[in-house]
Structures are given as C-alpha cells and as structure tokens.
Nanobody
Framework: QVQLVESGGGLVQAGGSLRLSCTASGRTFSNYYMAWFRQAPGKEREFVAGVGWNYGGTYYGNSVKGRFTISRDSAKNTVYLQMNSLKPEDTAVYYC?????????????????WGQGTQVTVSS
C-alpha cells in the first residue's frame, strides 16, 4: 500500500523560506512521477511542481517559477519542495502526489496517490 507523508509546513513571514518533505513508502517509486499541489480555501487544487523519479526532470507552475525548487532523494524515498521568497498568496494546504504512469501531468485527476497535506501560512 502506497503511503505519502508530508511534513515541514508552518507559519512564515513574507519573504521567508520553508522546505516541505514527502516521504513515500509501500513500493518502488523509480518509475513514478511525483508532484506537489496546493489548495487554498475556496480555490481549486493547483499544480505547483513535479519531478520524474527516474530521470529527475522538473516542471513548475507559473506562479512559483524561480522561487520554488523540487528535488528527490532516492535513497531516502523522499521528495522535497524548497520554497523561497514566500508570498501571502502562497498560503494553502500543500499536498504530495504520485502517478505510477511516470508521465508529467498538471491535472490532479491523473495522480493515484495523495498525502494528507501540510498547511503553509505566509503572513504579510
């Protein structure tokens, strides 16, 4: 059974940084595509960043390009999201997601597995 567990959320001032972690367990993820999504109250779930576990290629949503960096550590089965220059509009619950098809997708419906989410709040 696949499990994704996020950690690292919290409260930070605008301009600050946070690093989120997503630890995966339950199977081999070498062919998976891993992504971070976020959802603010009253808004749709939004693609933030993604990485191919095998080849390491990354892709970012327009609103976070240049500020966020996604990476993975295969030895630890963990995906990270380094968030810099945070803005109040980055406030949301952040979710880790996994797609066993291994194909880049920005649509949440393409992901089979989800973590429970971690809250990120950026104060102005």
């Amino acid at each position: 059974q696949v499990q994704l567990v996020e950690s690292g959320g919290g409260l930070v001032q605008a301009g600050g940084s946070l690093r989120l972690s997503c630890t995966a367990s339950g199977r081999t993820f070498s062919n998976y595509y891993m992504a971070w999504f976020r959802q603010a109250p009253g808004k749709e779930r939004e693609f933030v960043a993604g990485v191919g576990w095998n080849y390491g290629g990354t892709y970012y949503g327009n609103s976070v390009k240049g500020r966020f960096t996604i990476s993975r550590d295969s030895a630890k089965n963990t995906v990270y999201l380094q968030m810099n220059s945070l803005k109040p509009e980055d406030t949301a619950v952040y979710y880790c997601a996994a797609d066993p098809d291994g194909i880049l997708s920005t649509g949440p419906n393409d992901y089979d597995y989800w973590g429970q989410g971690t809250q990120v709040t950026v104060s102005s």
